[in-house]
């Protein structure tokens, strides 16, 4: 059975850089013709799409984050990965990674909490 | 930008009780890509229908879509105790993906 886990900083300085990583386990990231998501949570803003990576290395990334946003995926490693630079306090959220069904997010992780704060 | 607007924001029912759902689009969208999803507290959002009425595997047939241009519903037929959640519909085009704001569904 497909299951996803985020790990990474939970608290993150103003102005830092944000990592968090996908580890993926019960298939392999190479199998299949998948993209994968990152997706967060606050109760700011609610939902919002991040951006996704296929499995060949293609990303699309969020108009709103483009510059500050990079994704990866290590296919030996079964994990992929969100970097996102610059952070404010408006990037605190619950953060989600997902394997997409089409362009969909549908088999989702549990979730992991980062605060950005001094 | 399609912006997505749900509502009610809330609404409160009785198990066995019929829940209706909207989601307005701020223009006309193809019925390809509006989906709809479901989140309880503490848990990941689940994908419950796509492409604007088909069920995703393993959603059960009480969850049904429907819709087209700028407005779509989500029904659920017969409220169970673990329907009462929070839904939310999502736009997606080729490569960008937007959220509504959702519904709470509350028990009356």
């Known amino acids: 059975q497909l299951q996803l886990r985020e790990s990474g900083s939970g608290l993150v300085r103003p102005s830092q850089t944000l990592s968090l990583t996908c580890s993926v386990s019960g298939d392999s990231i190479r199998s299949g013709f998948y993209s994968w998501s990152w997706i967060r949570q606050s109760p700011g803003k609610g939902l919002e799409w991040i951006g996704n990576?296929?499995?060949?290395?293609?990303?699309h990334y969020n108009p709103s984050l483009e510059s500050r946003v990079f994704m990866s995926i290590d296919r030996l490693k079964n994990q992929f990965f969100l970097k996102l630079n610059s952070v404010t306090a408006a990037d605190t959220a619950v953060y989600y990674c997902?394997?997409?069904?089409?362009?969909?997010?549908?088999?989702w992780g549990q979730g992991t909490r980062v605060i950005v704060s001094s | 930008e399609i912006v997505l607007t749900q509502s009610p924001g809330t609404v409160s029912l009785s198990p066995g009780e019929r829940a209706t759902l909207s989601c307005r689009a701020s223009?006309?969208?193809?019925?390809?890509?509006l989906a709809w999803y479901q989140q309880k507290p503490g848990q990941a959002p689940r994908l419950l229908i796509y492409?604007?009425?088909s069920r995703a595997p393993g959603i059960p047939e009480k969850f049904s879509g429907s819709g087209s241009g700028t407005d779509f519903t989500l029904t659920v037929s017969r409220l169970e105790p673990e329907d009462f959640a929070v839904y939310f519909c999502?736009?997606?085009?080729?490569?960008?993906?937007?959220f509504g704001g959702g519904t709470k569904v509350d028990i009356k």
């Open positions: 492409g604007t009425s």
């Open positions: 990576i296929h499995q060949s290395g293609t990303t």
């Open positions: 999502l736009h997606f085009d080729g490569s960008f993906l937007t």
């Open positions: 223009q006309s969208i193809s019925t390809n890509y």
């Open positions: 997902a394997r997409d069904l089409g362009m969909l997010p549908h088999i």
